[in-house]
């Protein structure tokens, strides 16, 4: 008789462990399936500013009309130049934290980043002088997407593109009379 409740106490245990094993590997799914969501979010919410209207209007002006020379900056630029490295910190810092996928990142914004850095260091090392941590993140990530450009593309510096130039419609071509 006392074998029978050995055999059924040993039986209880087992059934207790696998539902143990079970509900830990559950919940480590779980925990997975939140921190890849969390990497989506994070990823289209900088997929949504870098892709607002106002960011690239900004970025036109940093690659069209920025001087080259630190310290030589209207207002205007300056605003422009800072709300850019702001936002390119932002995404560093968001990569620097794994708060979203940093090889999802630089796949997808190496050119960006890379060129953003090279047009924008001089001015950021210039203001840097006043303030140790500006951009710190976005130059992290930047030193890591020019290293994977250099690596995958054998770029030594991101390629620019000539000046982008618009021109007015006629009321004609526009559609629109």
């Known amino acids: 008789m006392t074998n029978i409740w050995e055999i059924i106490g040993a039986i209880s245990a087992a059934i207790q462990t696998l539902a143990i094993i079970v509900a830990l590997i559950y919940t480590a799914i779980q925990v997975r399936s939140a921190s890849s ?3 989506l979010s994070f990823f289209f919410e900088i997929h949504r500013l870098i892709t607002d209207r106002k960011a690239i209007l900004s970025r036109f002006m940093i690659f069209n009309e920025l001087p080259s020379e630190p310290g030589k900056l209207t207002r205007e630029q300056f605003l422009t130049a800072r709300e ?3 936002l390119m910190d932002y995404v560093g810092t968001v990569a620097h934290y794994n708060l979203a996928s ?8 190496s050119l960006l980043v890379a060129r953003l850095w090279v047009k924008l ?9 006043d303030r140790d ?7 992290k990530l930047a030193k890591i997407c020019l290293d994977y450009r250099r690596k995958k593309f054998k ?7 000539p000046k982008t130039e618009f021109v007015e419609p006629t009321p004609s071509e526009s559609g629109f009379e």
């Open 102 to 109: 940093k090889k999802m990142i630089v796949e997808q914004y």
């Open 155 to 161: 770029e030594t510096t991101p390629p620019f593109y």
């Open 121 to 129: 260091e001089p001015h950021i090392l210039y203001y840097r002088k």
């Open 84 to 86: 850019t490295w702001d």
């Open 133 to 139: 941590e500006l951009a710190i993140y976005f130059e």
């Open 37 to 39: 969501d969390r990497h």
